[in-house]
């Protein structure tokens, strides 16, 4: 299990993240990032490129090592400072209140512990500062939502702990955010896996 978690399924995660499906989730939710803005699970670097004059500079956060190898890469495409650190998004080891904007882009379905990394988040948040999501999770049909729980333990164990059933906007709530605005969006392909939540959110 560890040579496929470290040769296999970081090039696997790499190109399934690469779908032009989700390039237009990208560019809306990163055209909103000003400041300074931490991306949390920032992965093989696929949102670098996006970042705009609004941004006065961006910390990647992501635990694994051969993503980050992957993202430094993408480095050189971006048009604003970026520091790459490898760190969990549970124990982030940046300053209380040194961050305008949080992103986060299909990554809260793979945090283990996804309430503590979101209260992370709002600790880290200045005032007023804001909280940019897209994530994958629960669908509201009860049908499609059984089939999630069901496939979750298997999938979660092939996918590197990414989960299927997670209901995002109520983590983000339970983290202490108020959501500003929210849009759900059914992508093709299968339905357990292709429900998103996209939104931007508040400290509470």
Sequence with gaps: MSFYRHHILPPLLNFAMRQKSLQPFRDRVIQCAT?????IGIG??????????GVRSVIGVEPSVELLAMARQRVKLATVPIE????SAEALPIDSGSVDTVVTTWSLCTIPNAHL???EARRVLRPG????????????EAGIARWQDRLDPLWSHIAGGCHLNREIDQLIMGAGFRIDTMRHDHMPGPPTHTYFYEGQARPR
């Design 129 to 140: 500062g804001t909280l940019l999501f897209v994530e994958h999770g629960r669908a509201p």
């Design 44 to 53: 093989s670097g696929l949102n670098l490129p996006l970042y705009g004059s």
């Design 84 to 87: 790459l650190l490898c760190a």
């Design 35 to 39: 400041g300074n803005v931490l991306e």
């Design 117 to 119: 990394a979101l209260q």
